[in-house]
């Protein structure tokens, strides 16, 4: 069986069933990333393309050689060197790449609600790499797919998310992700980084990060995002780093064996020290693996593959 929905536009509106058969799937997916040649012909004759609208690093090159692992082919598309310099519109642009034929478009755009629109220009599959403040859904699954290999279920999970919450799209996706599968979430950062609407999200808020660690499972800390701290929302990094941070001693406070995460690209020495980000706990650069493997699932599930059930 294959996903209920054409499109992954965000984790709040998908289903239990299809967030936990793209777990299950990326976990076959993982074992052909392990393999010396990293090529099946899965997808081949099928066409991919990127637009991204926004710089990226871990999520674009995921995407791509998701694609290619499977033997997609692949286009890439960025607002800097396209016609969308020339004043051509999302929608115009949509049209263009719905006109070529492509298979799944994954757009990244700084509007929420954008991959959204863009469903109702073209028919192939769209996927949503993230839009505005909204949601990061293959970010979320791929957080996800890691606390799952490492903890073995989300029922009684702990999970606390720290750090630039008001500006965060992977949290969103993260809470909803997380709270549908039974996990309990808390959230925790400066009170003018944290949105209203977080409680109505059924999650517990912290402004004091040390009562949002206890005894936690799992630590995800956020990126401060230095690019949209132009309003005062703190005083400086360093008091950041002091009141926030997440360093030895805080990490203490959490479950002996709780796993520390962030998504990337951190701001060492401020939202988390360098011997947090490094330690045995850290499972950093796993998550950057498991992106590639959630997202070759989503690829497969959405061109019309079958879900691979597991053991979980």
């Known amino acids: 069986m294959g996903l209920q929905s054409k499109h992954m536009l965000g984790l709040q509106h998908a289903s239990a069933d299809d967030i936990l058969a793209i777990l299950d799937t990326a ?4 074992g052909i990333i392990k393999r010396k040649i990293k090529k099946v012909p899965t997808l081949r004759g099928r066409t991919v393309v990127t637009v991204f609208y926004e710089n990226s690093t871990r999520t674009r090159t995921s995407f791509d050689l998701a694609a290619k692992y499977l033997s997609a082919d692949t286009v890439g598309v960025s607002a800097s060197n396209s016609s969308v310099q020339k004043g051509e519109s999302l929608s115009d642009t949509a049209l263009t790449i719905e006109a070529m034929g492509a298979d799944v478009v994954v757009l990244r755009h700084p509007a929420s609600g954008a991959a959204e629109l ?3 220009y073209v028919n192939c599959s769209v996927i949503n ?3 505005g403040m909204h949601e990061h859904p293959t970010q979320g699954l791929l957080d996800m797919f890691t606390m799952l290999e490492y903890k073995g279920s989300f029922a009684g999970l702990k999970v606390a998310i720290i ?3 008001l500006h965060s799209r992977v949290v969103r996706s993260n809470i909803w992700g997380l709270t549908k599968l039974g996990a309990e979430v808390r959230v925790a950062g400066p009170a003018t980084l944290l949105p209203p609407e977080m409680e109505k999200m059924g999650v517990k808020v912290y402004t004091r990060v040390e009562e949002a660690l206890a005894d936690v499972d799992v630590i995800n800390v956020l990126r401060i995002q ?3 701290q ?28 709780a796993i520390v995460m962030h ?5 060492r020495g401020v939202e988390i020290a360098d011997d947090v980000a490094d330690c ?3 499972v950093i650069n796993e998550q950057v693996t498991n992106g590639v493997a959630v997202r070759m699932a989503l690829l497969y599930l959405l061109t019309g593959g079958e879900a691979v059930a597991t053991s979980n």
């Open 27 to 30: 976990k076959a997916m993982k």
């Open 263 to 267: 998504p990337g690209p951190m701001n």
């Open 226 to 228: 230095l690019e949209r």
């Open 118 to 120: 863009l469903t109702n």
């Open 129 to 131: 790499a993230g839009d």
């Open 163 to 165: 750090g630039d919450i």
């Open 280 to 282: 045995s706990q850290s």
């Open 230 to 257: 132009k309003q005062g929302l703190f005083p400086s990094l360093r008091e950041y780093a002091q009141l926030y941070g997440i360093n030895q001693e805080r990490l203490k406070l959490a479950k002996a064996d």
